[in-house]
Structures are given as C-alpha cells and as structure tokens.
C-alpha cells in the first residue's frame, strides 16, 4: 500500500484552508458523495463525515447511500475493502492515504495463515477433529476470504461470543486471528480456561511454538496479534484510576489483555462504549481504556459527566492519524476534477468468498 508525497500545495495547507476546501468540494460533489469517518479519527477529520462509527458499523453504512458514486473512507485499509466488499460494483471506494493500514491486520498475512492451517492438519490428520477458521473484522479482505471458502466466519468485538460459539457447533477446534486478546477474552466469556484450553500460534516458529501434543489438546488456536493501542492498557492504570477516582466505573475494549479486561468494570465494542458513556446519568465518572481521539470526543460532547483515558501517555492509533485533512481536501478536489485517486478494489474472486464470510456472520449473529 503505496502513497505517493501529497503536492506541496496541500501539504502546506492550514487547517483552516483545508477545511474550506474539504467543504468546497463536498459541495460540488454533493450526493455522488458520502464520507465515512471512523470514531478513531481526530476531529479535523470527524467534523467532516456523513456518517461516524466502527468498522464494521461504517461498512454498513456506505449501503445507505445506494445513489453515491465515490465513498470515501476514512479509516484504514481493512475497512475499505471491507466496504468495497459489501456495496456494489458501480460505487467507487476510496481510500485518502494508502498507508493507512492496521498494525494488527499486518500481523496476520496469508501466506503465515495458509502454513498455519497446512501444519495443523498436519497434526491433526485427515479424520482429526474440524478446525472452524474465525477472523475478526480488523483483518485484510484475502483472510475473510480464506474463512469464507473454509467454513468460518468473520466476528466483531460486538458478536465475537456468537460467532465463535457457532464456530464451535460447526467443529472441535477454533483458530481465531489476528488479535490474540479478543480471542482469549471471548473463550473466557463463553467458559474456557485460558490456560488448559488456549494456545497461542506464533506464526514465526514451527507449529507455532506448540508441541503437537498441545495443539490436539487446545480447543481455541489464538494468532499472537494485538491492537498496539489496546495493549497499552495496564491493571496498574486501573487500580490507580480507582484511587485517584472512588466509584469510577472502568469500561475497555475487550483487545485489551485478559487480566485488564478482568480488572475493569465493564468490556465491549467502540459501539457499546460511547452508548455505556451516552446512557449513564450525569455526574457518573468513567475511566475508559481505548484509543484517545473516541475518549476526548466523548468528554467533549458529555460535559455534565467526568471521562479520562486510562493511558496518561495517551494513546493515539497512529495508522489513522495518517488520514488527515490534507489528504481528504487532495482527495475530493481530484474527484471534482474527475480523477478517482486511491481507489480500493478487491479482486473479485476474493471478494466472493470474503463476502461468503461476511454474509455468514450476518446470519449467524443475527
């Protein structure tokens, strides 16, 4: 994912320019246009979407505007393609900078995922026991088409438990990629011990770093990915939010580590922590483990209610910080003048059995 130096004239654009510009341009597009912003993005990007939310949430969205030519993601890679994926052929998906990737989805590569499967059958033999493949939204498009053509499913933070007990129903064994963390979290939600029935696959060693007698053993197979954001969360952070606050209720994504997640008072989704936030009655005190741009929008538009980020580093999710409104005034300008520019296109046979994978989640956590 290459992206070629913004021309001088955009990077050297103030805030308010680009601003001005973005809103020029949208203009001139008007309903060919739509504009997805992820809640990870800063607000310079924010004040500008047609529709907010998490990936899967935004992915959705684009099917809202049936008449929009050009969708406009601002995200990062994974998400694209996801919404090029789910809307039709006629729709143009876009991309504003190509290296916004997810440092997450790349733990993950096809390649490592096919070795893996073939040395866990491997293992396991012919007549072993079925291994259902899950992968979590947050993965490139050609892994939610390795799943799709295996049997499996794609889950969200939100679905995780239903996709992954359904996956069980289908099999004995679940390989779950690419973040390690909402795999672990989720066996855990649904009753597994995290230390007899996981193992961790470490696509750089021989059978992961398993011996085959523990992969036959295991019944969750859990990539050793992680969200660099969500990692960061520590039980230390809680306990001193919980001395610096009394009767602070601690809320974190559940690609937090099991022992962060098990520390906290309440996990769950983006989705589920700006309607925890939005719901809770004014005056309550929230100390919130995920990335800081969601955070501080949520203080902002809840002034009547006490919110921090566990992290007092903060912790930005660098990969979208690379979406900024430099690249969204280059972007629309070049569609106002007829040139489609960074355009995300999966191929079409990955895009059928990606799409079979996104489908069969659809129905299953229905």
Not at 6 to 33: F, V, W
Not at 117 to 141: C, D, F, H, M
Not at 306 to 335: G, K
Request: charged content about 20%.
């Amino acid at each position: 994912m290459y992206q070629a130096p913004l021309p001088k004239e955009y990077a050297d654009l103030s805030p308010e320019e680009a601003d001005a510009r973005i809103e020029a341009a949208k203009r001139t597009l008007g309903n060919r246009l739509v504009i997805l912003g992820h809640h990870y993005q800063r607000d310079g990007i924010i004040k500008h979407a047609d529709y907010r939310g998490d990936s899967y949430k935004l992915a959705k969205d684009a099917n809202l505007c049936p008449d929009a030519e050009f969708i406009v993601f601002c995200g990062v890679h994974f998400m694209a393609e996801s919404a090029d994926i789910l809307t039709p052929d006629h729709q143009h998906v876009i991309l504003p900078n190509m290296a916004a990737g997810c440092s997450m989805a790349d733990m993950a590569s096809l390649f490592q995922v096919r070795n893996c499967w073939k040395q866990i059958e491997e293992v396991l033999g012919a007549n072993g026991p079925r291994v259902v493949p899950v992968t979590y939204i947050n993965s490139a498009a050609n892994l939610k088409a390795f799943v799709g053509e295996r049997g499996g499913t794609v889950c969200t933070s939100t679905n995780a438990p239903t996709a992954v007990k359904w996956a069980l129903e289908q099999g004995e064994k679940v390989l779950f990629f690419p973040d390690q963390h909402l795999g672990r979290n989720t066996g855990v939600k649904l009753g597994y011990d995290p230390d007899k029935d996981m193992i961790v696959w470490d696509p750089f060693q021989p059978y992961g770093g398993n011996s085959p007698e523990r992969i036959r053993e295991a019944t969750f197979i859990l990539w050793k990915g992680h969200c660099s954001v969500h990692k960061r969360f520590t039980v230390e952070q809680i306990e001193e939010a919980r001395q610096t606050h009394p009767g602070v209720t601690v809320l974190v994504h559940p690609e937090c580590p099991l022992e962060v997640v098990e520390a906290a008072d309440l996990n769950g989704s983006t989705e589920y922590i700006i309607k925890q936030v939005e719901a809770s009655p004014p005056g309550s005190v929230w100390a919130i483990g995920t990335e800081i741009n969601l955070v501080s929008r949520l203080a902002n538009e809840n002034p009547d209610k006490t919110i921090f980020c566990l992290d007092p580093q903060v912790c930005p999710c660098s990969t979208m910080y690379r979406i900024h409104p430099s690249f969204l005034a280059w972007t629309l300008e070049n569609l106002v003048a007829g040139n489609v520019v960074n355009e995300v296109i999966v191929p079409p046979k990955v895009k059928y059995f990606a799409k079979m994978a996104l489908d069969r989640m659809l129905t299953v956590c229905a």
